[in-house]
């Protein structure tokens, strides 16, 4: 797997349910590959501070995406996260 840069400082993440539906899963259908019940598989994807190391591997293989291009922590960090690089990148290019 390659990797995606913007830019050495702006490394592309993606949620756990971004990823899942980015592999055309259902929430139940990555729970059964994964070997978890669904409502544990949402909460993860809800928080994932505290997911496994070795889910994160098995989420890797599963959805085809390198494990450190998955964000791990609250979505809603990922949101002010984005939006702070995104910030920064626009203040670059001005």
Aim: hydrophobic fraction near 35%; proline fraction near 2%; charged fraction near 25%.
């Amino acid at each position: 797997m390659s990797d995606i840069h913007l830019s050495d400082n702006f490394r592309i993440k993606f949620s756990l349910a971004a990823c899942r539906k980015n592999a055309g899963m259902t929430l139940r259908e990555a729970a059964k590959y994964l070997g978890i019940g669904y409502q544990t598989l949402s909460k993860y994807e809800r928080d994932s501070s505290q997911i496994p190391v070795s889910l994160v591997d098995k989420a890797s293989v599963i959805y085809q995406v390198p494990s450190d291009y998955i964000f791990l922590g609250k979505n809603s960090e990922l949101i002010r996260n984005i939006a702070r690089k995104r910030a920064n990148h626009e203040g670059v290019e001005q």
